[in-house]
């Protein structure tokens, strides 16, 4: 579910592989290289006295890496992940506390069984002319014609909308290429920035992102970006780049964040920890790893659950209408 983006390997060997050499590894990994420490208020030496009170030296692998597991979820962070061989710590409390906002049965209501698919994406037209694209998953590639053969095919529509609801993130490229073809003109998107150091706060200076306009078919009437809790990660980004189009109106819940483009390191045992280490800043040079509000701030009701109507969905084809 949580993609890994632009990920390198970093291997630290000055620790012994023992409880206490993984221990202070992590501890070390996350201390110089997550990028979220002093923007999220973590005191990481008051965490190390905590959980250094639970290593000892016989403690199996299970009990040492709940340890880890916990001490990781410190960080509320859907990136930041310890593998091993037999599991996987992961943080999820990011999208669990809100509403789900999205479900697979209504929405084939809306589909019906005539939708078509085009690489990783579904679409069909509805029954007031607008158009409906679900993407999934930015971790499923969707080509230049795929998209040319989209919008051609949806180019008698009122209006657009995309659905990124449940979309927890994926490949960068997949996302900006469905951005680029709803921009005449390159624009500013935001910005990034590296570690520099071993500070909490050791930073490049923040590096501009933009975002071109496609040589392709491109869709110049209105748009509805359909967003909730677990749009994630390059989803994030996504919905952070339609946000600045004059076109286009963000419907939902807030996005789950997820800014920090992930890195991989390893500990002495061979476990691997995934954690942020570059945050993307908006173009006001604002962090997102919360997550980015939406224009149209609603959730699907009880009474239309019940129904089988996707109160999202309409609040969409409403403005879009109008």
């Not at 998209?147 to 909308?161: E, H, K, R, T």
Request: with cysteine; net charge negative; charged share 20%.
């Amino acid at each position: 579910m949580m993609p890994l983006i632009n990920t390198s390997c970093v291997t630290e060997e000055e620790f012994s592989n023992s409880p206490s050499g993984n221990f202070e590894a992590l501890w070390k990994i996350i201390d110089e290289k997550y990028c979220f420490l002093d923007y999220k208020h973590i005191n990481w030496d008051s965490i190390h006295t905590v959980y250094a009170k639970s290593i000892t030296p016989s403690m199996t692998n299970d009990g040492l890496f709940e340890v880890l597991g916990g001490m990781l979820a410190n960080l509320k962070d859907g990136h930041v992940n310890l593998s091993s061989a037999s599991n996987v710590a992961r943080y999820w409390k990011w999208f669990e506390d809100y509403p789900e906002n999205f479900d697979d049965s209504i929405q084939r209501k809306y589909l019906k069984t005539t939708y078509k698919i085009a690489g990783g994406v579904k679409y069909c037209i509805l029954d007031d002319n607008i158009g409906y694209v679900y993407y999934s998953s930015f971790e499923d590639a969707v080509g230049e014609g795929n998209l040319d053969q989209i919008l051609s095919n949806l180019a008698v529509c009122d209006g657009l909308i995309i659905d990124v609801r449940n979309n927890g993130g994926g490949t960068m490229t997949n996302a900006t290429k469905l951005a680029c073809r709803f921009t005449n003109a390159k624009i500013l998107t935001g910005y990034i920035q590296h570690k520099t150091g071993t500070g909490h706060s050791d930073f490049s200076d923040p590096y501009p992102i933009y975002l071109d306009p496609s040589s392709n078919v491109r869709w110049q009437k209105k748009v509805c970006v359909l967003t909730n809790r677990r749009s994630y990660s390059a989803t994030n980004d996504f919905v952070n780049s339609m946000s600045l189009l004059d076109n286009v109106t963000i419907v939902g819940d807030k996005t789950g964040g997820g800014s920090g483009l992930p890195f991989n390191s390893e500990l002495p045992n061979g476990w691997t920890v995934r954690f942020s280490s570059s945050p993307i800043l908006n173009v006001n040079k604002e962090n997102i790893e919360w997550g980015i509000d939406p224009d149209v701030k609603v959730n699907i009701t009880s009474s239309d659950y019940e129904k089988s109507i996707d109160t999202i969905i309409e609040t969409a084809r409403k403005i879009l209408k109008k």
